[in-house]
T-cell receptor
Framework: QQQVKQSPQSLIVQKGGISIINCAYE??????FPWYQQFPGKGPALLIA?????SEKKEGRFTISFNKSAKQFSLHIMDSQPGDSATYFC????????????FGQGTRLTINP | GAGVSQSPSNKVTEKGKDVELRCDPI?????LYWYRQSLGQGLEFLIY????????KSGLPSDRFSAERTGGSVSTLTIQRTQQEDSAVYLC??????????????FGEGSRLTVL
């Protein structure tokens, strides 16, 4: 059962453009939403995260937008750079009960120079 | 090193053989997770250990899969009678007690399993 749906599966953006990756979740008990970045041959690493009491969180060129009523959240990468080329995973967890992160299917992002 | 260490990094085995994958978490991390990453399938939760509590085995796909964590540190994931559909990258992650509330997992580089 896929509890977090991520799209698109792959994305190509020109250098300097905005990359947007979307996720939707079903479980209203989720209350923590991190994004992970994975380079080839490496494990995923935490990029940025948000809790549903805020609608937006920005760290440098990376922004999470959160829509609690729609149960959707998205990652925006401004001024995308070739070094941002990686696979991005959204995730969700409940801070009560089960402690595991549920991940989306991943988005392979390619930034063309 | 200071990160999560996994071994072997690559394992090729024949269908029907048993395999063991090892994870050495970051020192002091009490929580340990195993995930499976298949091509185009995202990260699939397998099992979670937290301190001395009973592990959450809800993600194990079949009874051929098992895991243990000895002394609250090193963990071994065992796959018995491997099948071709078991081919994937098996990722281990650990977190601190604080991390349990923030969602920050520290992942190893994974063990790539290929079943012929």
């Amino acid at each position: 059962q896929q509890q977090v749906k991520q799209s698109p599966q792959s994305l190509i953006v020109q250098k300097g453009g905005i990359s947007i990756i979307n996720c939707a979740y079903e479980n209203t008990a989720f209350d923590y939403f991190p994004w992970y970045q994975q380079f080839p041959g490496k494990g995923p690493a935490l990029l940025i995260a948000i809790r549903p009491d805020v609608s937006e969180k920005k760290e440098g060129r990376f922004t999470i937008s959160f829509n609690k009523s729609a149960k959707q959240f998205s990652l925006h990468i401004m001024d995308s750079q070739p070094g941002d080329s990686a696979t991005y995973f959204c995730a969700a967890r409940s801070l009560q009960g089960a402690q595991k992160l549920v991940f989306g299917q991943g988005t392979r992002l390619t930034i063309n120079p | 090193g200071a990160g999560v260490s996994q071994s072997p990094s690559n394992k090729v085995t024949e269908k029907g053989k048993d395999v063991e994958l090892r994870c050495d978490p970051i020192s002091g991390h009490t929580a340990l997770y195993w995930y499976r990453q298949s091509l185009g399938q995202g990260l699939e939760f397998l099992i979670y250990f937290q301190g001395n509590s009973a592990p959450d085995k809800s993600g194990l796909p079949s009874d051929r899969f098992s895991a243990e964590r000895t002394g609250g540190s090193v963990s071994t994931l065992t796959i018995q009678r491997t099948q071709q559909e078991d081919s994937a990258v098996y990722l281990c992650a650990s977190s601190t007690p604080t991390g349990l509330n923030t969602g920050e997992l520290f992942f190893g580089e994974g063990s790539r399993l290929t079943v012929l």
